[in-house]
């Protein structure tokens, strides 16, 4: 069964730094699928990012970017410029190539202070 | 943008009450999910759902626990007889793509 693992249950950063959340996983497959969820106070899950296994290169999207290191089974996810609206929990997720589950990891309560 | 959407938002019910929560998938979607989030903690699959049929379930998603598409837009959770540890955030997601799955804003069950 797949693990996923967020060692950091708080951080803070001062808006318009840079922060990282980590993750880590673990799995026998080698084709699989990682994800970043954002959930607000209104707990509603929005989709950040995405990272396809076999993809080398890492993510991007806006202010959001990821450091998939595929041999360590790391999945870190870096927001740069961090803003007021970016305070949420943030969760980390995996999908294996064969299942439909998504496996989320106990989150990161992501505090950005003016 | 096309979204996922449950209701109710929240719904209140006494130990031993059937609850039924619903969801709207997107419409062109062809998989549906539920999961459920306890307050502080991660949050888990319950069950997976594809061509009428359920294809993937957890162990939490026991006999008290039913999934059904009743009409070709809504997508219903029964729970039969809730327990108080039932208390959750549930929510139900969709998908079309091999793998994003949108969630939508979630039911928030309180069993007293």
């Known amino acids: 069964a797949q693990t996923v693992t967020q060692s950091q249950p708080e951080m803070s950063v001062q808006e318009a730094e840079t922060v990282t959340l980590s993750c880590t996983y673990d799995t026998s497959e080698n084709n699989y699928y990682l994800f970043w969820y954002k959930q607000p106070p209104s707990r509603q899950m929005i989709l950040v990012i995405r990272?396809?296994?076999?993809?080398?290169q890492n993510a991007t999207e806006n202010r959001f970017s990821v450091n998939f290191q595929k041999a360590a089974k790391s999945f870190s996810l870096k927001i740069s410029d961090s803003q007021l609206g970016d305070t949420a929990m943030y969760f980390c997720a995996f999908k294996g190539n064969a299942g439909n589950m998504l496996t989320f990891g106990g989150g990161t309560r992501l505090m950005v202070k003016p | 943008e096309p979204e996922v959407t449950q209701t109710p938002s929240h719904q209140v019910t006494q130990m031993g009450q059937e609850v039924i929560l619903r969801c709207v998938p997107i419409s062109n979607h062809l998989y549906f999910y539920w999961y459920r989030q306890i307050l502080g903690q991660k949050v888990e699959f319950l069950v997976s759902?594809?061509?009428?049929?359920?294809?993937?379930k957890s162990e939490i998603f026991d006999d008290q626990f039913s999934v059904e598409r009743p009409d070709g837009s809504n997508f219903t959770l029964k729970i039969r007889s809730t327990k108080l540890e039932d208390s959750a955030m549930y929510f139900c997601a969709s998908r079309v793509a091999p793998n994003e799955q949108f969630f939508g804003p979630g039911t928030r069950l309180t069993v007293l």
């Open positions: 759902f594809y061509n009428n049929e359920i294809s993937e």
């Open positions: 990272q396809e296994a076999y993809k080398q």
